[in-house]
């Protein structure tokens, strides 16, 4: 079956983005540690890399290795919309939740005006061996998919922030997660990946 893998960029003290929406204040350290850092997360996950950025990093013809859709949230979505980008990850098949976001915005984004848990449950269910299935964020949108979150991908960064969007903002719903694999990198960023626990 499909896995639906939360595979997101996080603060220490649990936040994913500001309370605008900013993600630039993620620190990236020197040249050496960011271009090292980059192309390993490139390497692992290549199609997470938005399609207008993958000719300029080596990624155009690299096939997707772990993911085949990806899932958003209007507020992931919307940094690629008010650039004028409509389909950012055209390389995937393209699910966004938003009960306000027009449904013909691009002809390669399937818009879901509700109930982004059955649509999780029927991409899980679809036939053949199939690549996973990316939630790009938001927390919200992370918040009401969490008894379908398979796997975890944290990326966690060595910075507080204060407030702005949690990783997951729903209700009271303690759920084990077992550590699989744990990655620290030199500027201080340690990626974890995190697999479902008995009874999660």
């Known amino acids: 079956m499909r896995k ?13 983005a500001g309370p605008g929406g900013e993600y ?6 020197d040249e050496r540690q960011a271009a090292a850092y980059t192309a390993w997360t490139n390497r692992m996950y290549p199609e997470t890399v938005p ?17 085949d859709t990806v899932l958003m949230g209007l507020g992931s979505y919307r940094p690629a ?5 409509t389909s950012p990850y055209a390389h995937l098949r393209q699910y966004v939740v938003s009960s306000t976001l027009r449904p013909d ?10 109930d ?10 679809e036939e053949g061996e199939g690549l996973g299935i990316w939630l790009c ?21 060595p ?25 620290a990198f030199p500027q201080g960023v340690t990626l974890t990946r995190l697999t479902r626990g008995q009874g999660g």
């Open 4 to 16: 639906l893998v939360y595979y997101v960029a996080v603060t220490l003290d649990g936040r994913i």
């Open 24 to 29: 630039d204040f993620f620190p990236a350290g």
């Open 51 to 67: 399609t207008a950025m993958r000719a300029a990093v080596g990624l155009t013809d690299v096939p997707n290795r772990s993911f």
């Open 81 to 85: 919309l008010d650039a004028g980008i």
């Open 105 to 114: 915005v691009d002809p390669a984004v399937t818009v879901v005006p509700d």
């Open 116 to 125: 982004p848990l059955g649509l999780v449950r029927e991409l899980k269910r």
């Open 137 to 157: 964020g938001g927390g919200k949108l992370a918040g009401a998919l969490l008894p379908e979150i398979d796997e975890l991908v944290i990326k966690s960064y």
């Open 159 to 183: 910075v507080v922030v204060g407030t702005g969007v949690p990783l997951v903002d729903g209700v009271f719903d303690p759920t084990l997660f077992d550590v699989a694999e744990r990655t």
